[in-house]
């Protein structure tokens, strides 16, 4: 069993498209029926467990009539979003309550995570929600999201709710049960059980793309999603859900074991998908922020992106993004002060200067 209670207090689950939805844009009842079972299962173990379901837009689209499951155009997707999500909502509430459990829905789009004050509220909520015992089922909310601001997937979706949730463990439900070292449709394609670490090596096993043409997510999305999930010391397993019952069966699968972890600002901070800008830095900045020093100006070279004091950027080094965090000054202030010494800044600013662009406490390294 992946994630049992005893080790895992409280469990997000990854369900995709093309698990629940068949190729006619149909439930597939029995199959749903199962991990219903599985999730009451865990629940009588004393484990908590939230959802994260896509199938609202293929289920949508079969209602409407819609061309290429309700993925032809962004205006198809929301309303096929629009539709599906009563059908999928009133499915999980049904399945659930045939094993004793009540369903509680919850739809978020991509700005309720990256605002502070807004992801806040979604973690009580959600923690408020499990602690009454139901089982929050989560999607995005696609009948508003628009193409620049959203998740584009539920596999990084569920890591963040994972980490909203302060959940233990993450499982993503798929159609492969793990990371091979190559597409695993090539010959001699090795199995991955294991990943402790997820660097160049790992990121370039990933293939694009979503084998069964229905969901948006594909191996690339999974690992993106496990950076988020270890990132803030939470463990992700990418497992088949073409069985029947994959929560309670030892079924194959590739866990992404979690670093130390972070401190719930910094968790944030590193899993957020946006920026307000980027501050450019030298080898030598870099160097001092991997060893868990603030960013102080003197190590900057370039500045861009329209930012205030408060707002988050990314801080990239010669070879990419090294950090994210709380800018300390807005943008003109920062281009004003690069590559300038502490004891310069007070002239130039015409004020006492704070003494870092970057403080270490409001910093996240990727």
């Known amino acids: 069993m992946l994630f049992p209670p005893a080790s895992c207090p409280r469990l997000v689950v990854k369900i995709g498209s093309a698990l629940l939805v068949d190729p006619s844009g149909a439930v597939r009842r029995d199959w749903l029926a199962g991990i219903a079972a599985d999730v009451a299962a865990r629940a009588d173990a004393g484990q908590q467990v939230a959802i994260v379901s896509s199938g ?13 499951g309700g993925r032809a155009s962004l205006e198809d997707a929301q309303a096929a979003a629009a539709t599906g999500q ?49 089982v929050p089922v989560i999607n995005e909310n696609d009948s508003v999201a628009t193409a620049e601001i959203r998740f584009g997937d539920n596999d990084r979706l569920a890591a963040r709710v994972a980490q909203a949730a302060g959940a233990d ?49 594909g191996m690339v999305s999974k690992i993106a999603a496990a950076r988020i999930a270890t990132g803030a010391g939470v463990s992700l397993a990418i ?101 300038r010494r502490s004891e310069e800044q007070e002239a130039l600013l015409g004020y006492a200067p704070r003494s870092a662009l970057i403080h270490r406490n409001h910093m996240a390294l990727l």
């Open 239 to 339: 497992a088949s859900g073409r069985v029947d019952r994959p929560l309670s069966t030892q079924a194959r699968h590739t866990i992404f074991l979690p670093e130390k972890r972070a401190r719930a600002r910094k968790a944030w901070l590193a899993g957020r998908l946006t920026a307000n800008g980027v501050i450019t830095v030298d080898a030598g900045a870099a160097q001092a922020l991997a060893a868990g020093r603030s960013l102080l100006a003197a190590g900057a070279t370039a500045v861009s992106g329209d930012f205030a004091r408060g707002d988050v950027v990314t801080i990239a080094g010669p070879d990419g993004p090294i950090a994210r965090g709380l800018a300390e000054y807005d943008a003109g202030e920062m281009q004003r002060l690069l590559g």
């Open 86 to 134: 009563i059908a999928l909502s009133q499915t999980w509430a049904e399945v659930l309550a045939a094993n004793g459990l009540t369903a509680a829905q919850m739809l978020v789009t991509l700005d309720d995570l990256e605002d502070r004050r807004r992801y806040l509220n979604a973690a009580a909520t959600l923690g408020r929600l499990l602690q009454l015992g139901t």
């Open 56 to 68: 609202a837009i293929a289920l949508g689209a079969r209602r409407l009539g819609l061309p290429r």
């Open 169 to 217: 463990g993450v499982v993503l439900l798929s159609d492969i049960d793990g990371l091979y070292d190559r597409n695993p449709a090539q010959p001699g394609a090795v199995h991955i059980p294991e990943v402790a670490q997820i660097d160049a090596r790992i990121a370039a096993m990933a293939d694009d793309g979503s084998a069964s043409g229905m969901g948006s997510g």
